[in-house]
């Protein structure tokens, strides 16, 4: 950005501004007042007030006493490490090669599992969840990693192959002249240099799990691992009797790990997807 | 370049590698997709004996009083791609400008609402459109632009405006952040140049900017359409398709037939439209990017 000259008018900056703060306000006076809600008494929940006239942690220690609300996240977190260990572990082998090797057949195998992408995943749903009653995945940990690759994979194959693509053709060639074998060649010379993209891939896969509703909703139950996002879900349907200062501290310490991780992750993320 | 023979130790790592991912294909993707069909001709219960029924569930479904209502929600729903679009535009404009201070940081706010878990953005609408005591209302009554509250989950008419409205705040960062990207990828002497031959403004802007990020708007746009038609979980839980069926997006319905009624034959039935339905929208965006950048493998 700095080598551009800036030769912007005094017109043209003001709309600019203008419309910087209309774009953050839209995010942030929803969430301000969020956060604010969260600091409620339950009596004053119920006036719309942007300074609480005492600020209270109740709704905090209720999340966690009342309704064990860390069981939910800690659900939640182990949601999200299986689905990112397993889409890595299925996707960056096939992409590589998908990437760099010659096949017959390749193309095919690549629409076919790349073109689900555009496949509305919800409906496999419908058979998932019958197929995992019967073999016993239902209301299990292990069935939703599995489940979340249904999106995962593709989403990781599609990413990781356009990078895989974009590194110098003579890399394995160089690295086999010295001596590696072909798999040596992939995990000394390639894994390294593709550092960005399986932090990107790590990272979204992580939050598929963290983030994901509609599978762990369908294919748990309330004594299963029933993960935040669900546990929200749930509290969210209660009608008249929703405690929403407790609600709004659950949507945030359920929203803002995500937001962070994103943060942290932007200097890979931008790697990636510049194309 | 030459390329050279395939040897054997190549053709071994080639299998190898691919075998967890076709296994994946196999396992997760196309046997479910096949038995989902097949589960389409039954009325098929969760627990229980599943009863043949040919193609009766496709019969009732087209011939069902909601089949016309859910297809209108779902494609107003669909509408959402669009506004995300105007959103994302914009702010990639914005922060892309060179006078802008802090861009990351206010990349950072912007995105927050789609870095979180859509049920959790969910919770924050219900809680802030809430007839009673949410924020929205309480301001537009405040300030007179409505005299009685509005129940927006519950009224036919807002109900479907507000999840494709909520749908786009939560969503449309993902349009931005790869827009931001293809923008901040366009070499600035290209500008200079455009200046020195006395282009202004919106020339630079169709002649030079529009130009490079065509392709990664019809991507964005491609992939939202059909994101935003599968991620209903908001929809679901701000209205939970009604009132009735009027916002009974189509996978709102298989939502609803699987998990509320436990009518699997009739959900994959109303998925099997679903995918129809997709395609035909995301189509001509496909072609257009097929036709301009082949995109090879």
């Known amino acids: ?275 | 370049m030459k390329r050279s023979q395939a040897t054997s130790a190549d053709r071994w790592l080639i299998v190898v590698f691919l075998a967890p991912t076709t296994a994946f294909m196999v396992l997760l993707l196309w046997y479910p997709f096949l038995q989902g069909v097949w589960m389409s001709l039954f009325r098929w219960p969760f627990l229980g004996t599943p009863e043949w029924r040919g193609v009766q569930n496709y019969v009732d479904f087209m011939a069902a009083d909601y089949f016309w209502v859910a297809l209108k929600s779902t494609f107003i729903y669909s509408l959402s791609t669009l506004f995300q679009l105007g959103l994302a535009l914009t702010a990639a404009l914005v922060l892309n400008q060179p006078f802008i201070r802090l861009q990351n940081l206010w990349r950072g706010v912007m995105l927050m609402a789609y870095a979180m878990p859509p049920v959790v953005v969910g919770a924050i609408w219900l809680f802030l459109l809430d007839p009673g005591l949410g924020m929205v209302t309480h301001y537009l009554l405040a300030w007179g632009i409505i005299a009685e509250p509005i129940y927006w989950f519950s009224d036919g008419v807002w109900a479907r405006w507000v999840i494709t409205l909520v749908a786009t705040w939560t969503f449309w960062p993902f349009m931005f952040l790869i827009l931001l990207s293809a923008l901040q990828a366009i070499p600035g002497s290209l500008y200079e140049l455009g200046e020195i031959y006395g282009a202004n403004l919106w020339q630079r802007f169709i002649h030079i900017t529009l130009p490079h990020i065509k392709g990664a708007i019809l991507v964005v746009v491609i992939l939202r359409l059909a994101f935003n038609l599968a991620k209903i979980e908001q929809p679901f839980q701000l209205t939970g398709g009604g009132p009735g069926y009027e916002t009974s997006i189509l996978s709102v319905l298989v939502y609803r037939f699987a998990f509320m009624s436990g009518d699997f034959g009739m959900a994959f039935t109303v998925g099997i439209f679903l995918v129809v339905f997709t395609s035909v929208l995301i189509f001509p965006f496909a072609y257009l990017y097929q036709r301009q950048f082949k995109p090879t493998l």
Request: glycine share 6%; charged share 15%; aromatic share 16%.
């Open chain 1, 1 to 275: 950005m700095a080598l551009r000259d800036d030769r912007s008018t005094p017109t043209q900056r003001f709309v600019t501004y203008a419309a910087l703060t209309l774009l953050l306000s839209q995010v942030m006076i929803p969430f301000g007042y969020v956060f604010v809600t969260a600091f409620k008494t339950p009596g004053e929940v119920f006036e719309v007030t942007w300074l609480p006239e005492e600020w209270s942690l109740e709704a905090w220690r209720d999340v966690f006493v009342v309704n064990e609300f860390h069981i939910n996240l800690y659900n939640s977190l182990i949601a999200g490490i299986g689905s990112a260990v397993l889409a890595l572990l299925i996707s960056v082998p096939g992409a590589y090669v998908f990437a760099r090797k010659r096949f017959p057949g390749r193309e095919i195998l690549f629409y076919l599992i790349v073109g689900t992408l555009i496949f509305p995943f919800i409906l496999l749903i419908v058979p998932i969840t019958i197929t995992w009653i019967q073999v016993g995945l239902y209301n299990t940990i292990v069935g939703l990693w599995l489940a979340f690759q249904i999106f995962a994979v593709p989403y990781s194959i599609w990413i990781l192959r356009g990078y895989f693509a974009r590194l110098p053709r003579s890399l394995e060639e160089c690295a086999m002249v010295y001596g590696c074998t072909q798999f040596q060649a992939f995990y000394k010379v390639i894994l390294p240099q593709a550092k960005p993209v399986i932090i990107s891939v790590m990272f979204l896969s992580f939050l598929l799990g963290w983030n994901d509703f509609l599978f762990s909703n369908m294919l748990t139950t309330g004594d299963g691992p029933r993960t935040a996002s669900v546990a929200i879900y749930v509290a969210s349907a209660g009608g008249e009797r929703i405690e929403w200062e407790v609600m709004m501290v659950m949507t945030l310490i359920t929203g803002i790990p995500p937001v962070i991780l994103y943060i942290l992750a932007q200097k890979h993320l931008s790697k990636t997807f510049s194309v």
